[in-house]
Nanobody, 118 residues
Framework: QVQLVESGGGLVQAGGSLRLFCTGS????????IGWFRQAPGKEREFVAAISWSGGSTDYADSVKGRFTISRDNAKNTVYLQMNSLKSEDTAVYYC???????????WGQGTQVTVSS
């Protein structure tokens, strides 16, 4: 079973950038589609971005298109989320997860806090 650990969160001013890391252990990480999600206080968890096992296919939520970029390095068992032009509404705990099939995600990490000050 894949285990995921997120890192890279922090406090940044609006308009700034952060790069999040999702590091996985387990044999199937490099063959799995990985997604990033976020949850703001008092809100439901929402999809942010996802990447296929090869990195050849990516998807983004409309709210982050053109600002966020998801990528991966399977040799390092890591998926990245580059976040540029950050807005206060991007403030949330960010999680990565493994696509289990049929649109379901699992093996959630513990999350990393991103706070954007305006």
């Amino acid at each position: 079973q894949v285990q995921l650990v997120e890192s890279g969160g922090g406090l940044v001013q609006a308009g700034g950038s952060l790069r999040l890391f999702c590091t996985g252990s387990g044999r199937t990480f490099s063959s799995s589609r990985i997604g990033w999600f976020r949850q703001a206080p008092g809100k439901e968890r929402e999809f942010v971005a996802a990447i296929s096992w090869s990195g050849g296919s990516t998807d983004y939520a409309d709210s982050v298109k053109g600002r966020f970029t998801i990528s991966r390095d399977n040799a390092k068992n890591t998926v990245y989320l580059q976040m540029n032009s950050l807005k206060s509404e991007d403030t949330a705990v960010y999680y990565c997860a493994v696509h289990m099939g049929r649109g379901e995600y699992g093996s959630w990490g513990q999350g990393t806090q991103v706070t954007v000050s305006s």
